[in-house]
Every structure is written in C-alpha cells, then in structure tokens.
C-alpha cells in the first residue's frame, strides 16, 4: 500500500465529495443570490432565538474558538514542524499548501462577493463579509486533513471510525455556533462548508499529481 495515501480516502472518493458539494454549493448560491430567497435563514434565526442564553452564548463562543485563525495558524504549523520533524514531506507540504491555499481562497471569495453579516451579532468585532463562512471553510480545511491522516495511519477500523466521526461533528459544530452566535446565516455555513471540501479536494488531488509520495 502507497503509505502516502490515505487507504480509503481514494481520489474516486474525493471526486466524489467534491461533486456532491459542488451541488449543493450551486444550490446554495441560487437560493441566495439569484432568488434572493432568506426562507432557510430567516427560520433558522427564529428557531434559535427562544433558546439563546447567557451560558450558551459563553459556550458557544469558546467551541467557535477552534475555528478561527487563532487557533489554526499554531495548529497547522505545529502539524507541519511534526511532519519536517518525522521527514514526511508529502503531509508538510499538503497541510502547508491547503492552510495557505483555503485562507487566500476565503479571503478573495469574501471580498469579490461582499454578503453583509447578520444584524444583532451576539459577538463584537466582527467587520468583514460573511459569505462565505471562513470558519466553515477554514475548519474543514484543516479537520479534513486530519481525517486523511487518520484513514492512512489508524489500523482499527472501530477506532478510525470514532476520531473521524468525532473530526466531523466537531466541523458540524463549529460552523452551528456562528449561527447561533448570529454572525453568519446558515447558507453563508453551507457555503463554507461545500468550498471547503471542493477546494480540500483539489489541492489534494494536485499535491498528489505534483508531489507522488514514495512507494
């Protein structure tokens, strides 16, 4: 087996991702921008509102933590200096070029789009544009290199399967926490989640094409 390569995240499984969120991405962008339809995230707002706390808000605050650059910037150069560390240059250069690539993807996306945020933030301080959701993306980005990793390097498939799952729901949270938090709308969430897997995919595809890893 290509040690490199993850042993059941194949490129045809990539592909596959990459299409799927590539519809429902286009979806998204219809409903927002071409229909000027706020159906989702209008009932959203309003589904969470009676249910919006002091001891939530608080909570929710520190989970969005993980995705925000604070955290990610020393996360993923801690995992590059792990990989230079244990000489393995394909998953440096991987972590190296997706955390690059996806911050400027978000940042130019934000800027050619311009979505306004939310009115009645729960969090201050906040001034650029919302869609779409760079947490949503950037923590996608990152997790989903670290299932990767986790699908090459953990045998047991019952305990893969639980860190991956548990990758996965903390993605799925910390993208429900800047809706709660009311400084993004869901479909800005949705949004950072599709171009994140979209763009997660190709550069790992093209890592792969560019740099093979050693057999």
């Not at 996806?102 to 789009?113: A, D, P, V, Y």
Request: hydrophobic fraction near 50%; charged fraction near 15%.
């Amino acid at each position: 087996m290509n040690p490199g390569k993850p042993s059941f995240i194949t490129g045809k499984t990539i592909t596959t991702q990459i299409v799927v969120a590539s519809v429902i991405l286009f979806a998204n962008l219809l409903m927002v921008f071409v229909f000027k339809n706020k159906w989702l995230d209008e009932t959203v707002f309003n589904s969470l509102s009676p249910h919006t706390t002091a001891a939530r808000t608080h909570l929710f605050r520190d989970i969005s933590f993980f995705g925000n650059h604070r955290f990610l910037v020393p996360a993923n150069l801690l995992l590059i200096a792990y990989f230079i560390i244990t000489k393995n240059k394909c998953w440096a250069i991987r972590v190296g070029g997706v955390a690059l690539s996806s911050l400027g993807l978000m940042s130019l996306l934000k800027n050619l789009i311009q979505r306004d945020r939310p009115v009645m933030p729960l969090v201050d301080g906040i001034t650029n544009y919302g869609f779409p959701s760079g947490h949503a993306l950037m923590s996608v980005a990152f997790f989903g290199l670290l299932i990767m990793w986790t699908a090459e390097i953990i045998k047991n498939k019952a305990q893969r399967n639980l860190i991956i799952c548990f990758y996965i729901f903390l993605v799925v949270v910390i993208g429900f926490t800047r809706i709660y938090l009311r400084v993004h709308y869901t479909t800005d969430v949705i949004a950072g989640w599709c171009t994140g897997v979209i763009w997660l995919g190709i550069s790992v595809l093209l890592i792969e094409k560019l740099i093979p890893a050693k057999r």
